[in-house]
Protein backbone atom coordinates (compact mmCIF):
# COMPACT_ATOMS: atom_id res chain seq x y z
CA UNK A 1 0.00 0.00 0.00
CA UNK A 2 2.93 2.49 1.03
CA UNK A 3 4.69 1.72 -2.17
CA UNK A 4 1.22 1.89 -4.19
CA UNK A 5 1.04 5.69 -2.95
CA UNK A 6 4.21 6.53 -4.15
CA UNK A 7 3.68 5.00 -7.29
CA UNK A 8 -0.04 6.99 -8.09
CA UNK A 9 1.67 10.08 -6.95
CA UNK A 10 4.43 9.34 -9.85
CA UNK A 11 1.98 8.77 -11.92
CA UNK A 12 0.45 12.13 -11.54
CA UNK A 13 3.87 13.84 -12.17
CA UNK A 14 3.52 12.56 -15.36
CA UNK A 15 -0.06 13.29 -16.37
CA UNK A 16 0.57 16.71 -15.37
CA UNK A 17 3.43 16.81 -18.12
CA UNK A 18 0.13 16.65 -20.76
CA UNK A 19 2.44 14.61 -23.05
CA UNK A 20 1.42 12.83 -26.30
CA UNK A 21 -0.68 10.20 -25.39
CA UNK A 22 2.20 7.92 -27.36
CA UNK A 23 4.43 9.26 -25.16
CA UNK A 24 2.57 9.46 -22.06
CA UNK A 25 2.04 5.81 -22.71
CA UNK A 26 6.04 5.30 -23.61
CA UNK A 27 7.22 6.48 -20.09
CA UNK A 28 4.05 4.08 -18.30
CA UNK A 29 5.48 1.56 -20.10
CA UNK A 30 9.15 2.18 -18.72
CA UNK A 31 7.41 2.79 -14.70
CA UNK A 32 5.76 -0.19 -14.63
CA UNK A 33 8.81 -2.06 -15.42
CA UNK A 34 10.74 -0.60 -12.81
CA UNK A 35 7.83 -1.18 -10.14
CA UNK A 36 7.80 -2.13 -7.69
CA UNK A 37 11.37 -2.25 -7.08
CA UNK A 38 12.49 0.38 -4.38
CA UNK A 39 9.22 1.96 -4.15
CA UNK A 40 8.29 0.28 -0.24
CA UNK A 41 11.63 1.36 0.70
CA UNK A 42 11.53 4.77 -0.43
CA UNK A 43 8.28 4.97 1.85
CA UNK A 44 9.26 3.30 4.68
CA UNK A 45 12.84 5.12 5.23
CA UNK A 46 10.85 8.01 4.83
CA UNK A 47 7.87 7.79 6.94
CA UNK A 48 10.57 6.40 9.63
CA UNK A 49 12.43 9.57 9.36
CA UNK A 50 9.68 11.52 10.14
CA UNK A 51 9.13 13.82 6.98
CA UNK A 52 6.08 15.04 6.64
CA UNK A 53 3.61 13.27 4.20
CA UNK A 54 3.80 16.00 1.72
CA UNK A 55 7.14 16.03 1.65
CA UNK A 56 7.67 12.22 1.54
CA UNK A 57 5.68 11.55 -1.45
CA UNK A 58 7.26 14.46 -3.64
CA UNK A 59 10.79 12.77 -2.39
CA UNK A 60 9.52 9.29 -3.01
CA UNK A 61 8.27 9.81 -6.14
CA UNK A 62 11.26 11.75 -7.88
CA UNK A 63 13.90 9.02 -6.58
CA UNK A 64 11.02 6.73 -8.35
CA UNK A 65 11.44 8.53 -11.53
CA UNK A 66 15.15 8.19 -11.29
CA UNK A 67 15.62 5.05 -10.48
CA UNK A 68 13.64 4.19 -13.40
CA UNK A 69 15.51 6.24 -15.58
CA UNK A 70 18.27 4.67 -14.72
CA UNK A 71 16.32 0.86 -15.02
CA UNK A 72 15.57 1.67 -18.28
CA UNK A 73 19.00 2.44 -19.33
CA UNK A 74 20.22 -0.96 -17.72
CA UNK A 75 17.55 -2.56 -19.76
CA UNK A 76 18.70 -0.67 -23.18
CA UNK A 77 22.57 -1.93 -22.77
CA UNK A 78 21.34 -5.31 -21.64
CA UNK A 79 19.34 -5.71 -24.31
CA UNK A 80 16.09 -6.65 -22.16
CA UNK A 81 14.04 -3.16 -23.14
CA UNK A 82 11.35 -5.30 -24.72
CA UNK A 83 8.34 -3.09 -23.45
CA UNK A 84 9.24 -0.35 -26.21
CA UNK A 85 9.41 -0.78 -29.77
CA UNK A 86 12.09 -0.01 -31.78
CA UNK A 87 13.93 0.21 -27.99
CA UNK A 88 17.07 1.78 -29.62
CA UNK A 89 14.22 4.80 -30.71
CA UNK A 90 11.69 5.05 -28.20
CA UNK A 91 14.02 4.26 -25.15
CA UNK A 92 16.14 7.40 -25.27
CA UNK A 93 13.82 9.83 -25.44
CA UNK A 94 11.77 8.11 -22.46
CA UNK A 95 14.78 7.97 -20.30
CA UNK A 96 14.92 11.65 -21.16
CA UNK A 97 11.76 11.82 -20.18
CA UNK A 98 12.26 10.28 -16.93
CA UNK A 99 15.21 11.91 -15.69
CA UNK A 100 14.17 15.93 -16.48
CA UNK A 101 10.79 14.85 -14.37
CA UNK A 102 12.80 13.28 -11.45
CA UNK A 103 14.64 16.53 -11.28
CA UNK A 104 11.83 18.80 -11.56
CA UNK A 105 9.86 16.84 -8.80
CA UNK A 106 12.61 17.04 -6.38
CA UNK A 107 13.30 20.86 -6.83
CA UNK A 108 9.29 21.30 -6.48
CA UNK A 109 8.52 23.11 -3.28
CA UNK A 110 6.48 20.17 -1.83
CA UNK A 111 10.00 18.09 -1.01
CA UNK A 112 11.13 20.71 0.67
CA UNK A 113 14.78 19.97 0.04
CA UNK A 114 17.87 22.03 0.20
CA UNK A 115 19.41 23.15 -2.70
CA UNK A 116 22.72 22.09 -1.61
CA UNK A 117 21.62 18.66 -0.28
CA UNK A 118 19.79 18.36 -4.26
CA UNK A 119 23.18 19.37 -6.00
CA UNK A 120 25.07 16.85 -3.70
CA UNK A 121 22.61 14.31 -4.22
CA UNK A 122 22.67 14.83 -7.94
CA UNK A 123 26.32 15.15 -8.46
CA UNK A 124 26.82 11.22 -6.55
CA UNK A 125 24.32 10.05 -8.98
CA UNK A 126 26.40 10.92 -11.83
CA UNK A 127 29.68 9.96 -10.41
CA UNK A 128 27.60 6.44 -9.21
CA UNK A 129 26.98 5.45 -12.99
CA UNK A 130 30.59 6.35 -14.21
CA UNK A 131 31.69 2.18 -13.06
CA UNK A 132 28.99 1.47 -15.49
CA UNK A 133 31.68 2.31 -18.57
CA UNK A 134 33.66 -0.96 -16.64
CA UNK A 135 30.96 -3.10 -16.64
CA UNK A 136 30.22 -3.02 -20.16
CA UNK A 137 33.61 -3.15 -21.51
CA UNK A 138 34.77 -5.59 -18.69
CA UNK A 139 35.45 -9.67 -20.57
CA UNK A 140 37.59 -10.69 -17.14
CA UNK A 141 35.43 -10.47 -13.64
CA UNK A 142 38.26 -10.17 -10.25
CA UNK A 143 36.53 -8.99 -6.94
CA UNK A 144 38.59 -5.95 -7.19
CA UNK A 145 36.37 -4.69 -10.06
CA UNK A 146 33.36 -6.34 -9.08
CA UNK A 147 33.74 -3.97 -5.53
CA UNK A 148 34.59 -1.22 -8.17
CA UNK A 149 31.88 -1.32 -10.08
CA UNK A 150 29.36 -2.15 -7.39
CA UNK A 151 30.21 0.59 -4.88
CA UNK A 152 29.70 2.76 -7.87
CA UNK A 153 26.18 1.35 -9.37
CA UNK A 154 24.77 0.42 -6.13
CA UNK A 155 26.42 1.63 -3.06
CA UNK A 156 26.84 5.54 -4.18
CA UNK A 157 23.21 5.31 -5.83
CA UNK A 158 21.98 3.97 -2.85
CA UNK A 159 23.72 6.62 -0.82
CA UNK A 160 22.20 9.40 -2.78
CA UNK A 161 18.50 8.06 -2.48
CA UNK A 162 19.02 7.71 1.40
CA UNK A 163 20.77 11.38 1.26
CA UNK A 164 17.57 12.95 -0.30
CA UNK A 165 15.26 11.18 1.41
CA UNK A 166 16.27 12.21 5.24
CA UNK A 167 17.70 15.43 4.47
CA UNK A 168 16.77 17.67 7.30
CA UNK A 169 15.58 15.10 9.43
CA UNK A 170 16.98 12.84 12.50
CA UNK A 171 18.40 9.92 10.34
CA UNK A 172 20.30 12.52 8.14
CA UNK A 173 24.10 11.90 9.39
CA UNK A 174 23.25 8.08 8.59
CA UNK A 175 22.15 8.18 4.91
CA UNK A 176 26.06 7.89 3.21
CA UNK A 177 26.74 4.66 5.46
CA UNK A 178 23.76 3.06 5.44
CA UNK A 179 23.05 3.73 1.68
CA UNK A 180 26.09 2.40 0.48
CA UNK A 181 26.01 -0.77 2.54
CA UNK A 182 22.60 -1.16 1.66
CA UNK A 183 23.63 -1.24 -1.93
CA UNK A 184 26.57 -3.16 -1.32
CA UNK A 185 24.84 -6.03 0.26
CA UNK A 186 21.48 -5.86 -2.05
CA UNK A 187 23.88 -6.29 -5.44
CA UNK A 188 25.86 -8.98 -4.66
CA UNK A 189 22.69 -10.59 -3.14
CA UNK A 190 20.57 -10.17 -6.33
CA UNK A 191 23.79 -11.40 -8.53
CA UNK A 192 23.98 -14.78 -6.39
CA UNK A 193 20.37 -15.16 -6.82
CA UNK A 194 20.12 -14.09 -10.70
CA UNK A 195 23.80 -15.96 -11.54
CA UNK A 196 24.67 -13.04 -13.30
CA UNK A 197 28.39 -13.23 -14.87
CA UNK A 198 29.73 -10.93 -13.01
CA UNK A 199 29.13 -13.09 -10.05
CA UNK A 200 29.99 -16.54 -11.72
CA UNK A 201 32.75 -15.90 -13.77
CA UNK A 202 34.76 -15.04 -10.95
CA UNK A 203 36.99 -17.70 -9.80
CA UNK A 204 35.81 -19.22 -6.61
CA UNK A 205 38.88 -17.01 -4.02
CA UNK A 206 36.90 -13.79 -5.44
CA UNK A 207 33.67 -15.13 -5.16
CA UNK A 208 33.99 -15.88 -1.31
CA UNK A 209 36.06 -12.11 -0.95
CA UNK A 210 32.70 -10.40 -2.57
CA UNK A 211 30.32 -12.16 -0.50
CA UNK A 212 32.23 -11.89 2.98
CA UNK A 213 32.65 -8.36 1.51
CA UNK A 214 28.51 -7.96 1.29
CA UNK A 215 27.92 -10.00 4.84
CA UNK A 216 30.02 -7.39 6.63
CA UNK A 217 27.83 -5.27 4.96
CA UNK A 218 24.56 -6.39 5.93
CA UNK A 219 25.54 -7.12 9.57
CA UNK A 220 26.55 -3.07 9.24
CA UNK A 221 22.67 -2.54 8.46
CA UNK A 222 21.34 -4.48 11.23
CA UNK A 223 23.66 -2.30 13.75
CA UNK A 224 21.56 0.41 12.66
CA UNK A 225 18.25 -1.11 13.72
CA UNK A 226 16.60 0.85 11.41
CA UNK A 227 13.06 -0.63 11.15
CA UNK A 228 12.81 0.48 7.38
CA UNK A 229 15.53 -1.77 6.15
CA UNK A 230 14.07 -5.21 7.79
CA UNK A 231 12.41 -6.16 4.83
CA UNK A 232 15.35 -5.58 2.77
CA UNK A 233 17.72 -7.35 5.12
CA UNK A 234 15.55 -10.40 5.16
CA UNK A 235 15.47 -10.97 1.42
CA UNK A 236 19.45 -10.38 1.11
CA UNK A 237 20.96 -12.40 4.26
CA UNK A 238 19.78 -16.05 2.91
CA UNK A 239 21.41 -15.07 -0.17
CA UNK A 240 24.48 -14.61 1.85
CA UNK A 241 25.36 -17.58 3.58
CA UNK A 242 29.11 -18.11 5.27
CA UNK A 243 31.37 -20.60 2.85
CA UNK A 244 29.58 -19.53 -0.19
CA UNK A 245 31.88 -19.48 -3.36
Do not use: K
Not at 56 to 85: K, V
Not at 171 to 189: D, S
Amino acid sequence: MSGGALYQESLRALRRLGLPEVSERDVLAALEAAQPGPLSLFYEAGAEAGLPREALMARGAGLFLSFSAGNLADDLIDGECTYHDPPIRVGPCVQFILQNLAFATLCGAQAQLPGPVLEEAVRTLAVAAGPQALEVRASDWTAPLFRQVAEGIAGQQWAAYLRVLWAGTVLEPRAAAAGRALGVAAHVAEDIRTRDVRFTSMPGADRHAVVAWARAAAQSLRRLDLRCLDAALRRIEPMLPEGES
